[in-house]
């Protein structure tokens, strides 16, 4: 008999108006150890996370009343960093960009495998939490353009202005600044973070690249800071030079 791994205490909150889907969910993440709550839309959801507090939020986008993206940009409006993975049916990329620009954590299009959901809330979970990035460095600040890295508060300001950083996004900038100007693939990326036996996947080293990208770039899609080396990977450049001109 297989052992299931232990997640007692792990609630994942799956908000969608199909109750179908939502039975069959509850099903299945509870055979695999977690505790499932439902609710049918967005309405009531900051409340609702004030009474209790999942480990992670599975959200449709498309639903009656509050949407998906309205839900989330109230939570992230208010500084609230719960994990969120998007789930929707619509063919246009454009919602799922923008879930993912106002702080969604992975998105899933419909109709979907529960196999595939549950790895994907596995990773998002894993890269949440970050254990070796949780521990203070009694270590000098790292400045940057306008920016400070706090390793002793695990921090990031720009201008003396605190920006809000997940624990992943806090340990990726780290790896980032600890191998400046040297070019990560996203491969080394998850070793070493995660560990080689890691099944996070490059699409979640993706958006916290891009998230990083849009706290430090007025236009992310032109990167001073975190640049693309084509083919290779990804290069932390200080003084915001192109990558190109500093690795040859």
């Given at each position: ?73 109230d ?65 000098e ?26 624990d ?22 998850i ?11 490059d699409?979640g ?44």
């Amino acid at each position: 008999m297989t052992t299931l791994p232990v997640r007692a205490n792990m609630k994942i909150l799956v908000v969608d108006d199909d109750p179908d889907l939502r039975d069959l969910l509850r099903e299945y993440l509870s055979r695999h150890g977690f505790s499932v709550a439902v609710m049918h839309d967005g309405d009531g959801l900051a409340a609702r996370l004030e009474r209790e507090r999942p480990a992670l939020i599975v959200l449709d986008l498309m639903m009656p009343k509050v949407d998906g993206l309205t839900a989330l940009r109230d939570l992230r409006a208010r500084n609230d960093d719960v994990p969120v993975i998007l789930l929707t049916a619509r063919s246009d990329e454009i919602d799922r960009i923008v879930g993912l620009e106002i702080g969604a954590d992975d998105y899933l299009g419909k109709p979907f495998s529960p196999r595939e959901l549950l790895a994907r809330i596995n990773a998002v979970l894993r890269r949440r939490k970050m254990p070796d990035a949780a521990v203070p460095e009694q270590r000098e600040n790292y400045t940057f353009g306008p920016f400070v890295l706090d390793f002793r508060s695990r921090t990031l300001t720009r201008d003396a202005q605190l920006l809000t950083l997940s624990d992943g996004e806090y340990g990726l900038l780290r790896l980032l600044v600890n191998h400046a100007m040297q070019v990560l693939s996203r491969e080394r990326i998850i070793e070493l973070l995660y560990g080689a036996d890691s099944d996070v996947n490059d699409r979640g080293i993706d958006v916290q690249i891009w998230r990083l990208r849009r706290l430090l770039d007025e236009d992310a899609q032109s990167p001073r800071f975190i640049q693309t080396v084509r083919g290779r990977g990804y290069i932390f450049v200080p003084d915001g030079q192109r990558a190109d001109m500093v690795t040859g």
